[in-house]
């Protein structure tokens, strides 16, 4: 498959996306995330991957040996009741089935043969524990479908229907993966994984598979709170292929066929591991557990020593939560959850509710340099938020505008394979197929070609972080008022600026989920909260390596970004980042309940801002930005029974031009194309963009100026 030229970017705000005169939202969402998910295929799935089933089997050798003894007897008996010509009615229609070469009428026919054969491999597992009290060997659960096919789920957006859901049965009582109790509808809370079945082998087909796949399991992330990579299986024809999708990977098996001895064996080998392994093999993270009697997560935080960063001697502090604000509703990328925590051990589900909470945590898988430990990492977003706490200290216009460090660090977990606790990262996730992915080298093969893999350079190394911080602070659809907006973003756009001058730390990521608000004790008034400092960089640090990919959400991104030029962004870049939240919500709206008419959609210049090439998008931020008619042309299809809406254009066109036509700067200041001066041959480049970077804290000051 081919290779992007870039690594993905964060999720597109969520909402928009995709949507013509005729689409309802529901359906533009599910437009996005299948327009998407055939993005991701083209761009990133790798076919016939060798090893895969490495990240199955159990870490422990000891387990691991059991499982392989476990499958072969499995194998073994399905091999010789194969050979029977006559077959238990339960079982006689798979065998018959595979007996006459497995041949396909109906897709749904599909479901129930290999339904049976889960079934019968889920039965020998369930024999190799009968007899045995107790087994720390033994196989911790099967795995099985649902008791229907062609299933709709509990939990999903679009009422998607599954062909065939399967999840966990525990054996143990005392099993260690608890799951969200069972609903009327299988609940995507539940899912293991998903069966996608089709007729056909053919590529296309095998591909198609992979897409719904990916539709579907981005809406098990988003219920299931611990999950940190999914499985996924398609079965095309008698062809099955197991699918793991992680943060940045997307990895497919070379096709079992249940027609070979070889393909059965091998798919067995696949379920019976799945049985046996630990929790996080199965993709969960074991740090984050549901609590079924007060009905809440508990959720495991690294606790650090506020002196040399090093762990204390108290490793981790328990946390409880029901409320999560931000779900991590993308297959690939950091992953981000935020939840609204308590310290106090919850005794019932009230305890948990939101005024009950003092504390929110960020759980994300954030770019790191490979090799570094998390006292040499200078993007660590603990580091940032330690050094301005300190150098703003004093600074009461600014307090309360950014959060302050609970505790947090990288997550840590045992991996049961002998290394003891280690730091949760791509190579502790990925395990023995990690030197596989980072190892391999782009091949000139062409885009539809099951051996094409990726460069290596193209998949970053991450590192599992947890932080806790305070304040609390809501999203900006709490707000409704225009004037409030303002306040709130001078508050973030004055601390934005005390952390750039007085700390030296430089955010690179206003978006709309970053700027938050609270209300004051009395309710009266509203205070900014500047938040997410994942990928902000330290320039007093010599040789601060900023991230390699584009950072930020798509239509909040600036020009210097959208064009790669990490090397040219300042803290300009973040008030164009401004601007663009600004005409974002003044076009949409703060939510759901104003919104403009969705027959006038696809007449809404701000559309472009996300829905093109990253190319065309640049050429149309650069247009709309470099004169004060084209610009209008966007404001002029604000929202107009906004209250106050005249005032937040104003303010916005104000801001527009003490950034990019400064009357108190000359004109290689201004715009935003390049010119040229002097004869054809000795031709001088005027960028204004590098200009304006000599000016960044004169500029700074102006725009804050027009704020306040």
Same mark, same amino acid.
Request: hydrophobic residues 35%; aromatic residues 10%; charged residues 30%.
């Given at each position: ?514 700027? #938050?608000?609270? *209300? ?11 938040? +997410? %400092?994942? =990928?902000?960089? @330290? &320039? ?84 709309? #930005?470099?004169? *004060? ?11 107009? +029974? %906004?209250? =106050?809406?005249? @005032? &937040? ?60």
């Amino acid at each position: 498959m081919s290779v992007s030229s870039n690594t993905p970017m964060r999720a597109k705000t969520p909402g928009i996306g995709h949507i013509s005169s005729k689409d309802s939202y529901a359906e533009a969402k599910a437009k996005r995330y299948r327009h998407e998910a055939r993005d991701y295929v083209n761009e990133r799935l790798w076919l016939d991957f060798e090893g895969l089933i490495e990240l199955a089997a159990p870490a422990d050798a000891k387990l691991r040996k059991r499982a392989d003894s476990v499958a072969a007897q499995i194998v073994d008996d399905f091999e010789n009741t194969l050979a029977l010509e006559h077959t238990l009615a339960s079982d006689r229609t798979l065998f018959d089935w595979i007996r006459a070469g497995a041949e396909i009428g109906l897709e749904k026919d599909l479901y129930g043969h290999f339904d049976a054969f889960m079934h019968f491999v889920a039965e020998g597992v369930r024999r190799s524990s009968r007899g045995l009290e107790v087994d720390i060997l033994g196989p911790k659960r099967t795995i099985e479908a649902y008791d229907k096919h062609d299933v709709a789920v509990d939990g999903s957006e679009q009422n998607y229907r599954l062909d065939i859901f399967v999840e966990c049965r525990s054996i143990n009582p005392d099993n260690e993966l608890e799951l969200k109790p069972k609903s009327p509808k299988p609940p995507y809370g539940r899912m293991f994984t998903v069966v996608e079945a089709k007729k056909t082998n053919s590529l296309i087909e095998v591909q198609n598979a992979c897409i719904q796949l990916i539709v579907y399991m981005r809406q098990a992330y988003v219920a299931q709170l611990n999950r940190c990579f999914v499985w996924g299986i398609t079965l095309c024809g008698n062809a099955v292929c197991v699918c793991s999708f992680g943060n940045d990977h997307m990895l497919a098996s070379r096709e079992m066929r249940l027609t070979e001895k070889e393909g059965r064996a091998r798919l067995i080998k696949y379920l019976v591991y799945w049985s046996f392994c630990e929790v996080h093999r199965l993709g969960y993270d074991p740090t984050i557990k549901w609590l079924p009697g007060p009905e809440c997560w508990q959720i495991e935080v690294p606790v650090l020593s506020e002196t040399d960063g090093q762990r204390s001697s108290a490793g981790t502090a328990l946390f409880y939560t029901s409320e999560c604000l931000v779900s991590a509703d993308n297959l690939f990328g950091q992953y981000t959850r935020v939840f609204l925590a308590t310290d106090i051990t919850p005794t019932h589900a009230e305890d948990t509710e939101y005024d009950k909470c003092r504390y929110v945590i960020k759980d994300s898988w954030v770019e790191v340099t490979p090799a570094t430990d998390e006292d040499e990492d200078m993007r660590n977003e603990m580091r940032h938020l330690r050094k301005i706490r300190d150098k703003l200290e004093g600074h009461t216009d600014v307090a309360g505008c950014y959060p302050t460090i609970v505790a947090g660090g990288r997550v840590q977990i045992d991996r049961s394979d002998g290394r003891g606790i280690v730091d949760d990262t791509t190579a502790s996730m990925l395990g023995d197929i990690f030197s596989k992915v980072f190892a391999q080298q782009k091949s000139p093969s062409n885009k539809v070609n099951s051996s094409y893999v990726r460069d290596a350079r193209m998949i970053p190394f991450r590192a599992h972080k947890r932080v806790v911080t305070t304040p609390i602070g809501k999203p900006l659809r709490h707000l409704n008022c225009p004037l409030k907006l303002v306040k709130v973003i001078t508050d973030v756009m004055r601390t934005h600026y005390r952390i750039r001058w007085d700390a030296d730390i430089l955010h690179r990521d206003i978006s709309i989920n970053n700027v #938050l608000f609270y *209300e004051t004790d009395d309710g009266s008034d509203v205070q900014g909260l500047l938040i +997410d %400092f994942d =990928h902000a960089v @330290d &320039l007093s640090v010599p040789k601060t390596k900023r991230h390699l990919e584009r950072s930020g959400t798509l239509p909040f991104m600036s020009i210097n970004n959208l064009n790669g030029q990490v090397d040219l962004v300042t803290g300009l870049d973040d008030w164009e980042s401004v601007l663009y939240v600004l005409c974002w919500i003044g076009t949409y709206g703060f939510n759901a309940s104003r919104r403009p008419d969705p027959a006038d959609y696809g007449k809404l210049y701000i559309r472009k801002w996300y829905e093109d090439s990253l190319g065309h998008i640049t050429k149309t931020k650069m247009s709309d #930005l470099n004169s *004060e008619s084209c610009f209008s042309m966007l404001t002029e299809q604000f929202i107009q +029974d %906004f209250p =106050h809406i005249e @005032d &937040l254009e104003d303010l916005i066109h104000d801001l527009r031009t003490a950034m990019f036509e400064n009357s108190d700067l000359g004109s290689e200041f201004h715009g935003t194309v390049a010119k040229y001066s002097g004869p054809r041959k000795n031709r001088i480049k005027i960028d204004p963009f590098k200009n304006r970077m000599a000016k960044e804290r004169e500029l700074m000051e102006s725009l804050l100026q027009v704020l306040e």
